[in-house]
């Protein structure tokens, strides 16, 4: 019995990791969004790449990816 339930409780932590990981993904590319029109020149240019990238990754479903770039794109903005 314990064989199967090690597995599942390592499925279902997983899933509810990656749930959290959306929402933040989205909330992340909503907050870059938001900013791009605020920031200038290099740090502008760095926070659209990133923005770029967290949509793709979030499109593939890859969240802890989107993550990586959000927060690559938070510390260009020093937040």
């Known amino acids: 019995m314990r064989r199967l339930l090690v597995p599942l409780a390592m499925m279902l932590g997983s ?4 749930a959290d990981d959306q929402s ?6 909503a907050m870059l969004q ?3 029109p605020k920031a200038t ?4 240019t ?3 790449r990133e923005l ?12 802890d990816e989107c ?4 927060r690559a794109a938070r510390a260009a903005l020093g937040k």
């Open 67 to 70: 993550m990586d770039a959000i």
């Open 34 to 36: 938001a900013e791009v």
């Open 15 to 18: 899933g509810l990791a990656q």
């Open 24 to 29: 933040e993904c989205v909330a992340g590319i």
């Open 46 to 48: 760095k926070v659209e």
């Open 52 to 63: 770029r990238v967290a949509q793709r990754e979030q499109g593939e479903g890859e969240f």
């Open 41 to 44: 020149g290099a740090v502008r």
